[in-house]
């Protein structure tokens, strides 16, 4: 069974510095690997799809890296701000697009 | 594009009762739908996939008669808490894929169901 294990649980930090979320899963057959951005209350949002053959993807100020070989994926937030402020989501699937979810981490960025 | 939502957003019920949850695909259609359920700090857990015209799949130990799932259209799958109890309370989420050859390999979820049972 996939276990995914997110650290650290929580984060704070002030705004402007630089967010490093770890992910980690244990089966490392996997199809791909998404990042979620989840407000208090909320439904889910995907930030960043990284495909099994794929090692990084990009968008905007978000960078997300995959070594599946090794079983992680790093979440890289660059110059923070407070309305990133959220509960981020690592998430593998396999071929069926069944979803095996961290339990995430919890960013606060002070302004 | 690609918009799914859920309704009710909240809900509160008493022990005994049923509670049914919508799952609507606004701009898609979706073959597949799928039903996670989130405890406070804890990641989702997959209960379901509700496919169109079938039968859901339920995972391991979700008590199918208890989680009653029907996907009578493309746009619309519903979850029925049957006889629901408080350690039922929970958000529920749900998920769907795009039905195209060309669809990408994205869910979208929808804004999740905050069910108390009193």
């Given at each position: 069974k996939q276990e995914v294990t997110q650290i650290p649980a929580a984060l704070s930090v002030p705004e402007g510095e630089n967010l490093v979320l770890n992910c980690s899963f244990t089966?490392?057959?996997?199809y791909n690997l998404q990042w979620f951005r989840q407000d208090p209350g909320k439904g889910l949002t995907s930030l960043l799809l990284i495909q099994s053959s794929q090692r990084e993807q990009t968008s905007g100020r978000l960078n997300a890296s995959l070594d599946k070989s090794s079983g992680r994926s790093t979440l890289y937030i660059a110059?923070?701000?407070?309305?990133?402020s959220a509960t981020y989501l690592c998430a593998v699937s396999r071929g069926d697009y069944k979803l095996s979810f961290g339990a995430g981490t919890t960013v606060t960025v002070r302004a | 594009g690609a918009v799914v939502s859920q309704h009710p957003s909240r809900v509160i019920c008493k022990s005994g009762t049923s509670v049914k949850i919508e799952c609507r695909s606004l701009d898609f259609q979706a073959t597949t739908m799928f039903w996670y359920r989130q405890f406070p700090k804890k990641s989702l857990m997959l209960m379901a996939t509700s496919n169109e015209g079938s039968k859901a799949t339920y995972e391991q130990g979700v008590e199918k008669d208890k989680f009653l799932i029907n996907?009578?259209?493309?746009?619309l799958s519903t979850l029925t808490v049957t006889?629901?109890?408080?350690?039922?309370s929970s958000f529920y989420i749900c998920s769907a894929r795009e039905n195209?050859?060309?669809?990408?390999?994205e869910q979208y979820f929808g804004p999740g169901t905050r069910l108390t049972v009193t």
């Open positions: 089966d490392s057959a996997i110059a923070s701000q407070p309305g990133d | 996907h009578a259209s493309l746009t006889s629901a109890h408080p350690e039922d195209t050859w060309n669809a990408g390999l």
